[in-house]
């Protein structure tokens, strides 16, 4: 791992001028996503800020009609909250999926999205609920914000502070996982929300999360899993490692979402 | 190069590193505490586990920066004297080791689950060790240690 510069700022503004005083400067979270891209020399920031010390980026709070999260909050945080189990327990079923109890315990919700591994599970939670990405100084809808493979609409010096997610009528999550790291091999959430029937696939495509649109229909027609047993994804641009092939992801991705359909209960 | 000053074992430890220097390269390079092991380095075996803030953490995946100002408790800072922690009075009681490599890690993750939970399922505790691997295949005995341990902490470490 290359060496850089680390700041620990104790404001929003702080952590905000940091990244600005650096070209080079990355925000680093609880680093279980940038530390190992980083061992690997696949990123090689000159300055890290870490947003650890930054206050108001760790509480969950029930809205009402949504729940919002925020940026700081560990995986096992958002698995163990109450409000989160209450309101969206797939949200809370989700996050208890990721990794290990230990990879829950320093991994964040913010990190997770602002990274955008396209195995990763929130990018599939936050396009199937709908979720909004609040940042320092705007709103971004989970549609517009994820834009492949490691890319999302944040700017260089950009800080996610909070996701706000809309609770749903149902949804549940349905993770095929790689059994070494955990990471979706294929992982499909469904909810049935204000928005409608949305089905966010993660884990399958090289061009990270990804809606169904005829999974949707056909729930929106029938909620039921053998409305989407029958719905097959192309293998056209997904995923071909030694965990699966592409034709088997997108059977996979299938398979995953009548399971997730079924478990929505 | 910055200073880190951190609670370690009970004992206030400070040092200078590199940005880049890992929690637990500051442990066993700079405070010559080795109990703590790494093994796969890409924070999926577990051997590096310790606790920051009394929870458990891969230090193979966290800088030593990011534990400045931070109580953390290694292998080492577990028994008391010659008297054994219970849960690594466990580990010898149950023979839930065979090589031992990743013992210190399977330890320091059990008293955390230990911590939460007194009296683990024999599910819970394999749920809970998910990230801790131990290529000698020793999980039985394991399992049972863990299991003892945590009745025998009582809920409090």
Redesign the interface.
């Known amino acids: 791992?290359?060496?850089?510069?680390?700041h620990?700022p104790t404001s929003l503004d702080d952590a905000v001028a940091a990244l600005r005083g650096d070209g080079g400067a990355k925000l680093?979270a609880g680093?279980?996503s940038l530390?190992?891209v980083?061992?690997l020399n696949l990123a090689a920031p000159s300055?890290?800020v870490?947003l650890?010390g930054v206050p108001g980026l760790g509480d969950i709070a029930d809205g009402g009609d949504s729940v919002t999260v925020g940026a700081m909050c560990s995986h096992?945080q958002v698995a163990g909250s109450a409000i989160v189990q209450a309101r969206i327990p797939a949200l809370a079923a989700m996050a208890d999926g990721i990794?290990?109890?230990?990879?829950r315990?320093?991994g964040t919700i913010g990190g997770s999205v602002a990274h955008n591994d396209p195995a990763a599970d929130y990018p599939a939670a936050c396009v199937a609920l709908g979720a909004t990405i609040v940042t320092d100084r705007r709103e971004v809808h989970a549609d517009d914000f994820f834009q492949g493979m490691f890319a999302t609409a944040l700017a260089d010096d950009e800080v996610i502070t909070e996701v706000r997610f809309p609770v749903p009528g149902r949804a549940a999550y349905a993770k095929f996982a790689n059994p070494?790291?955990?990471y979706a091999v294929a992982g499909v959430m469904v909810a049935d929300g204000p928005a409608g029937v949305r089905v966010a696939v993660t884990g399958a495509s090289g061009d990270g999360v990804f809606r169904v649109a005829e999974m949707e229909a056909a729930l929106g027609a029938s909620f039921s899993g053998e409305a989407v047993a029958g719905v097959a994804v192309s293998s056209d641009g997904m995923l071909s490692d030694t965990a699966a092939g592409a034709d088997y992801r997108a059977h996979l991705v299938t398979v995953m979402a009548k399971r997730a359909v079924e478990a929505c209960g | 190069m910055p200073t880190v000053t951190m609670t370690v074992n009970g004992m206030e430890r400070s040092g200078n590193v590199e940005g880049r220097t890992l929690l637990v390269e500051f442990l066993r390079e700079h405070l010559g505490l080795t109990g703590t092991h790494v093994g796969c380095d890409t924070s999926q075996c577990g051997a590096c586990v310790v606790h920051v803030n009394g929870t458990s953490v891969k230090s193979c995946t966290s800088l030593a920066a990011q534990a400045d100002g931070a109580e953390v408790t290694t292998i080492e800072g577990l028994a008391n004297g010659s008297d054994l922690h219970p849960m690594q009075e466990a580990f010898r009681e149950h023979h839930g080791l065979q090589c031992g490599f990743c013992t210190p890690g399977m330890v320091m993750s059990a008293v955390d689950l230990a911590n939460q939970n007194a009296d683990p399922s024999e599910h819970e505790v394999r749920e809970w060790l998910e990230g801790n691997l131990c290529r000698c295949t020793g999980y039985h005995n394991i399992v049972k240690a863990v299991q003892a341990g945590a009745r025998a902490m009582g809920g409090g470490s």
């Open positions: 791992m290359n060496d850089f510069t680390y620990a680093i680093g279980h530390l190992p980083m061992k300055a890290l870490s650890a096992a990794g290990d109890a230990q990879v315990n320093a070494a790291s955990k």
